[in-house]
């Protein structure tokens, strides 16, 4: 059992498609008025049918009451750290305490360079993503940075604004490299699809985090671990991953918080969002709430 013992968080993935956009807000407005903590919007600004992340989390948050978002996760290598804390830094400090940033190496290294950024790969990447992660701390925490590595080239910027509420840094990682980057240097873990690494990888995946975070004196519980679930809530047939009636869906989040160590799950609908989503809000979520609530008492 890995239960870090983190608040449970929902979130729902919105469809970045452009000819779209005003159902992605419905279901943004429907999140936000049924209580769920964030709105997860991917980052593949290469598709041309895809609305830009941070222009679309910029809209959503003014368009909605109190709900968070975060990009799942913005690309690194389009997206130079300096830049990237400004506009998260931006955005938090008009939203205070409504932004999350996620962070990642990109998938693909031709899109990358299709955009006319420089792709990186195998321990490169590694080493470029965990500099940037440094650097964007330090912007988000206004500091003054000036480096000059392989990577990164940064003469003396003084970063700003500062947000009145300190902005959360998860990375997207799935191979060891990256996953003990995480452990050192992240505020969470952003595991890809449940149908990417199911659950039973997870286990191991967690242990990397958890050692490389010891290793540069971190308590692996100040790690938060954010799962990204798809399926279908209901008698759905022939979709990919979690597929299946309330309680099934109830019983293995329960299972996923308190064996597996998630305490955030992102909802990513593969029929009739609107419909999958009052059933996750309303019946799924305070069910997995009251659950693991039970459960810690129990074991406390």
Excluded: C
């Amino acid at each position: 059992m890995t239960d870090y013992g983190h608040p449970l968080t929902f979130g729902v993935s919105l469809d970045p498609t452009a000819a779209d956009f005003g159902s992605a807000l419905e279901l943004a407005r429907q999140a936000d008025r049924a209580g769920l903590e964030y709105l997860a919007v991917q980052d593949h600004a290469y598709q041309p049918g895809y609305l830009d992340v941070w222009t679309m989390l910029t809209t959503l948050v003014a368009r909605t009451e109190r709900i968070a978002v975060v990009p799942d996760v913005a690309d690194l290598q389009l997206r130079p750290p300096a830049m990237l804390a400004k506009a998260a830094a931006s955005l938090a400090t008009i939203a205070p305490g409504r932004v999350t940033l996620g962070v990642g190496g990109g998938p693909s290294a031709a899109a990358v360079a299709s955009m006319g950024a420089t792709p990186h790969h195998g321990a490169a990447m590694v080493e470029y993503t965990e500099e940037a992660l440094g650097i964007l701390r330090a912007a988000l925490d206004g500091q003054a940075i000036r480096t000059g590595t392989e990577h990164h080239h940064i003469a003396g910027y003084q970063a700003g604004p500062v947000p009145p509420s300190r902005v959360p840094i998860w990375v997207g990682a799935q191979k060891p490299k990256m996953l003990a980057v995480t452990g050192r240097a992240g505020d969470g873990w952003v595991s890809p699809l449940n149908i990417y690494v199911p659950p039973a990888e997870v286990p191991d995946r967690q242990a990397i985090v958890d050692a490389a975070a010891r290793e540069a004196g971190r308590d692996p519980r100040d790690v938060r671990r954010l799962y990204n679930v798809l399926g279908a809530i209901g008698p759905y047939r022939g979709g990919q991953g979690l597929v299946g009636p309330v309680d099934l869906w109830v019983d293995t989040l329960t299972e996923w918080a308190v064996d597996l160590g998630f305490d955030t799950f992102v909802l990513w609908t593969i029929t009739d969002p609107a419909a999958q989503l009052e059933l996750f809000t309303s019946e799924v979520v305070p069910a997995v709430r009251a659950r693991v609530a039970e459960l810690r008492g129990a074991a406390a």
